[in-house]
């Protein structure tokens, strides 16, 4: 997949199926989008026409649900052909919607497709929309699709109530309204080694600085590595008990004996057991994560059965 972050110096050499948006999250509805923009370029190389799928992507939140490291590894493997990250600068701010049009899409990335959701607007002052699209597009060269808006329990699935969901700690709803569990991806740094000592190792990550986080506390995990899923419980917060002076992940796992240390990993939050507490000592602790482990075990053959009576 090829980035481009100076959408005003990118010169595409194909025609192109083009989707924009924020994409913060890719989450249900953007997903809509992004399978017919690479549907699209996919027929058309099928029929022996050149052709790319390009997700123009503006990046506008100091925090996203995905850092731009995690939002380029999901796109690539949706099989998008460009990423372009643009930055809400003034040049961009100032863009009336027809000349976003006839210069961006038509000219510099010569579109064929576009596609957008309903409630889709661009330009200056927002005039821009996807009707508008629909309507100048013939001329310019492309046609237009409006994927209708996705929903979950009649109400729109979006980046907002995601945020609001995860910020509750519901980390089951964001899942669902996500269409994949809730992650944080980051190298297996050397911490202080104090679970070791208690005979609890972990596992410790701090998340990208833009990585949007639910609350402080405990929560039910799963991971990929070594070509197994590892279970276990990832405290999100600060280590009050340990006074701790930064914000990281710590996971323990279930049944690992891996050596991890300076591993990208991505851990999944499942399930939000309890916030984050400061102990009176460290045994106290140790006690906590035995009983965190043990509602942690019962959590997961509670998914085990429901999956296999399904």
């Not at 990118?10 to 989707?19: D, G, I, N, R």
């Not at 060269?141 to 945020?163: A, K, L, N, Y």
């Not at 190792?201 to 990929?224: C, H």
């Not at 309890?274 to 045994?283: D, H, I, T």
Request: a neutral charge; hydrophobic letters at 40%; one cysteine or more.
């Amino acid at each position: 997949m090829i980035i481009s972050k100076d959408p005003f110096s990118y010169q595409a050499a194909a025609p192109s199926a083009v989707t924009i948006g924020k994409f913060d999250g890719i989450h249900r509805g953007h997903q809509a989008l992004i399978r017919d923009t690479v549907s699209w370029a996919e027929a058309q190389r099928a029929a022996g026409r050149p052709a790319q799928s390009v997700v123009f992507a503006f990046d506008m939140a100091p925090s996203m649900l995905l850092t731009k490291r995690e939002r380029r590894t999901m796109l690539e493997k949706m099989g998008v052909d460009l990423l372009i990250e643009c930055s809400f600068g003034p040049k961009m701010i100032t863009m009336p919607a027809d000349a976003f049009m006839k210069d961006m899409l038509a000219g510099r990335l010569h579109a064929a497709h576009v596609t957008v959701g309903e409630d889709f607007r661009f330009g200056c002052g927002r005039t821009g929309s996807g009707r508008l699209l629909e309507e100048a597009g013939p001329a310019l060269g492309f046609d237009t699709r409006i994927v209708p808006e996705v929903t979950d329990g009649g109400e729109p699935v979006s980046s907002t109530r995601i945020r609001a969901e995860l910020t509750a700690g519901h980390m089951e709803t964001v899942g669902r309204l996500l269409g994949y569990p809730y992650f944080i991806t980051g190298k297996v740094i050397h911490g202080r080694q104090i679970g070791r000592t208690i005979g609890v190792p972990t596992a410790n990550q701090i998340p990208g600085k833009s990585k949007l986080l639910p609350p402080n506390g405990v929560y039910f995990t799963e991971s990929d590595f070594g070509g197994r899923t590892y279970r276990g419980i990832t405290n999100v917060g600060m280590k009050p008990t340990v006074d701790g002076h930064y914000l990281d992940a710590e996971t323990y796992f279930f049944d690992c004996d891996q050596d991890i240390y300076d591993r990208r990993l991505t851990v999944r939050l499942l399930h939000f057991s309890r916030p984050e507490k400061k102990f009176s000592s460290l045994e106290a602790l140790k006690e906590r994560i035995g009983l965190d482990a043990e509602e942690g075990h019962r959590f997961f053959a509670g998914l085990d059965e429901a999956a296999h009576e399904a």
